[in-house]
């Protein structure tokens, strides 16, 4: 995930990440839904969502299952994207 960060900040141009990489609310484009799971803002946040994601995600994974935990991964980012694309939502 880290080289992953240094690859799209580094090497992609700035309309590129804002294409596919970040959401813009009240426009519906599925493909930057998955790249937006993926993208950080900072180092800061890269690390914190690595460190939340080895406790909780070995925990749930362990009790759930591999199937189910990736269920719950991307369940979770597609009601975030409902409430950001919600005419009045203000997470944008």
Known sequence: MV??????NVFLPEHLIRQYF???PG???PLSWI????YHGNLIHL???MFYLFFLGR????KAGKGRWLCF??????????GFFH???DLA
Not at 3 to 8: D, K, M, N, R
Not at 35 to 38: D, E, H, K, L, S
Not at 59 to 62: I, L, M, P, Q, T
């Open 22 to 24: 970040l959401n813009h």
């Open 3 to 8: 080289a992953t960060f240094f690859i799209v």
């Open 73 to 82: 991964f991307y369940g979770s980012f597609d009601l975030f994207f409902v």
């Open 59 to 62: 925990a749930v994974e362990y």
């Open 27 to 29: 426009q519906i484009q």
């Open 47 to 49: 690390f914190g969502n």
């Open 35 to 38: 790249g937006a799971v993926f």
């Open 87 to 89: 005419p009045r939502s």
